[in-house]
């Protein structure tokens, strides 16, 4: 696995060499492969997760059998912590969206290496408030946004951290159905698939099989305002 990606996890980046070769001593590594479930929203859990490779998705249900995803998360994002700070059962199901490779640290140990090191705290903190930031954001765009604009946020989010740039644009390999596309900013598939048609009509995008290019990524930027 590629050790490079936990020096950009939050836990670590505060971290001086040495510290985060022990830091890394305490981890365990997993696998899994396209569509398995690491840990299902209600379960027990007593280990944070640092992806190493790949990318996952984390997903609610509700009672009537919708779904909602909460993010995508890929290299160096962290999830699996909440249970500790706040004691109660796992708040999402996780499944991978590629094969994956995971780094686990129990949570005794995050609390071991917490006890006496708050640059290792301040990284925790810092990734909670951002997530916190990003939710805020998440919430006020379902009431203040349509399903384009949300969409149109939601591409350049994937693109910011999975987009790669080429000469006819941004390839952004998302690896998500257009299914999973419509849970991740909370519309219809026929909704969203309408938004997307649009936006490569008007040549802002081309549409691939899990994928997509941006072309027009300022058009794309001023309409997910
Ligand atoms: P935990 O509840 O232990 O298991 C599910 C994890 O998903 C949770 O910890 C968080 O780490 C993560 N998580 C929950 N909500 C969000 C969110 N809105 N954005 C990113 N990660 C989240």
């Known amino acids: 696995m590629d050790s490079d990606v936990l020096r950009q996890a939050p836990l670590f980046n505060a971290l ?15 696998r899994l492969r396209r569509g398995e479930v690491l840990f299902h929203e209600g379960d ?11 990318k996952v998705k984390l997903g609610r249900t509700s009672s009537d059998g919708r779904e909602n995803l ?27 969206v590629t094969d994956v490779a995971f780094y686990s640290l129990s949570h005794d ?14 990284g925790l903190l810092s990734q909670l408030a951002s997530r916190l930031r990003r939710a805020n954001d998440v919430v006020s765009d379902l009431v203040f ?5 949300r969409v149109a946020k939601a591409l350049l989010d994937l693109a910011d951290r999975f987009g790669r740039t080429a000469e006819d644009g941004i390839h952004v ?20 698939n ?20 941006i072309m027009d990524p300022e058009r794309l930027a001023r309409r997910a305002r």
């Open 44 to 54: 027990t859990g007593d280990k944070l997760y640092i992806v190493a490779e790949g």
């Open 109 to 122: 140990d995050l609390l071991r290496w917490l006890d006496g090191r708050p640059d290792v705290a301040n």
């Open 145 to 149: 946004s349509d399903v384009p604009g």
């Open 16 to 30: 001086d060499d040495e510290a985060a070769a022990a830091l890394a001593g305490s981890l365990g590594t997993i």
């Open 70 to 96: 909460l993010a995508i998360l890929g290299p160096g994002q962290m999830f699996g912590e909440l249970s500790l700070f706040d004691p109660g059962p796992r708040s999402a199901t996780v499944t991978a």
């Open 194 to 213: 309408k938004a997307l048609a649009d936006f490569a009509s008007r040549g802002w995008l081309r549409l691939e099989p899990r994928s997509v290019v």
């Open 173 to 192: 390999h998302h690896d998500l159905t257009q299914e999973e596309l419509a849970q991740l900013v909370g519309a219809s598939r026929e909704t969203v």
